[in-house]
């Protein structure tokens, strides 16, 4: 189900590439949630997990050194350039593309097919922005991992593709067979702009 233990679910092929990018480093996992996801960043190898939730959570003493609990709004988060964890974001303006903004590196998780939908248009266009240092495609969800800013056209992920094009749903094998043509980040900057005033509208 869904949500328990966790909404996102990282494959064994997925951690590896997790592991990659977070061993030794201070991770911020925006939306933690249970902790369930961010106590899995400490055991693949984070250095510290500063885990912000606007929802209370228990963090039991014994990992008061490796993990901080910041129980605040994402706008209110001063901006962070450490390494983020995205896992399943609200599809609703929750202001996260806010502090996401000084991120050297955002590891995202979610999906955005089969009658689901993870982040807001804006969210989405902040990281379609973003250079891809990794995607691991997965029934349960995509992972991808971006790197900053690439201001060339690069061709869009199934996940970019799905969040940009809301007026129907897609499946997962549809949008990830080879060969899909999904099209590129550079297009339809006219469209992005309509979506993202009704996003701030939340239609
Ligand atoms: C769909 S859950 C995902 C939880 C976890 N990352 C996972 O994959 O299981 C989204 C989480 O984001 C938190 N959240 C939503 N809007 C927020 C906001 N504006 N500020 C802080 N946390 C927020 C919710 O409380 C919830 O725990």
């Given at each position: 189900?869904?949500?328990?233990?966790?909404?996102g679910?990282?494959?064994?092929?997925?951690?590896?590439?997790?592991?990659?990018?977070?061993?030794?480093?201070?991770?911020?996992?925006?939306?933690?949630?249970?902790?369930?996801?961010?106590?899995?960043?400490?055991?693949?190898?984070?250095?510290?997990?500063?885990?912000?939730?606007?929802?209370?959570?228990?963090?039991?003493?014994?990992?008061?050194?490796?993990?901080?609990?910041?129980?605040?709004?994402?706008?209110?988060?001063?901006?962070?350039?450490?390494?983020?964890?995205?896992s399943?974001?609200?599809?609703?303006?929750?202001?996260?593309?806010?502090?996401?903004?000084?991120?050297?590196?955002?590891?995202?998780l979610?999906?955005?097919?089969?009658?689901?939908?993870?982040?807001?248009?804006?969210?989405?266009?902040?990281?379609?922005?973003?250079?891809?240092?990794?995607?691991?495609?997965?029934?349960?969800n995509?992972l991808?991992?971006?790197?900053?800013?690439?201001?060339?056209?690069?061709?869009?992920?199934?996940?970019?593709?799905?969040?940009?094009?809301?007026?129907?749903?897609?499946?997962?094998?549809?949008?990830?067979?080879?060969?899909?043509?999904?099209?590129?980040?550079?297009?339809?900057?006219?469209?992005?702009?309509?979506?993202?005033?009704?996003?701030?509208?939340?239609?």
């Amino acid at each position: 189900v869904r949500g328990y233990p966790s909404w996102g679910i990282l494959t064994p092929e997925q951690q590896v590439v997790v592991r990659k990018f977070i061993k030794g480093r201070r991770v911020r996992d925006y939306g933690c949630g249970n902790l369930y996801l961010t106590l899995q960043l400490l055991a693949l190898g984070a250095r510290h997990v500063e885990a912000v939730d606007k929802d209370p959570v228990k963090v039991t003493p014994y990992l008061k050194d490796r993990l901080t609990f910041l129980h605040r709004a994402f706008s209110d988060c001063p901006p962070s350039i450490r390494t983020a964890f995205v896992s399943w974001p609200d599809n609703r303006d929750s202001g996260i593309h806010i502090p996401l903004r000084d991120a050297t590196c955002i590891i995202y998780l979610g999906k955005n097919t089969d009658g689901m939908m993870c982040g807001t248009r804006t969210l989405w266009e902040t990281l379609r922005r973003r250079r891809v240092l990794a995607h691991v495609p997965a029934k349960e969800n995509d992972l991808i991992v971006y790197g900053t800013a690439k201001l060339t056209n690069r061709r869009l992920l199934p996940e970019e593709f799905a969040s940009r094009t809301r007026d129907r749903w897609y499946s997962h094998e549809e949008l990830h067979r080879p060969g899909a043509r999904l099209g590129g980040t550079m297009k339809s900057n006219t469209r992005d702009i309509v979506e993202m005033l009704l996003d701030a509208l939340n239609l």
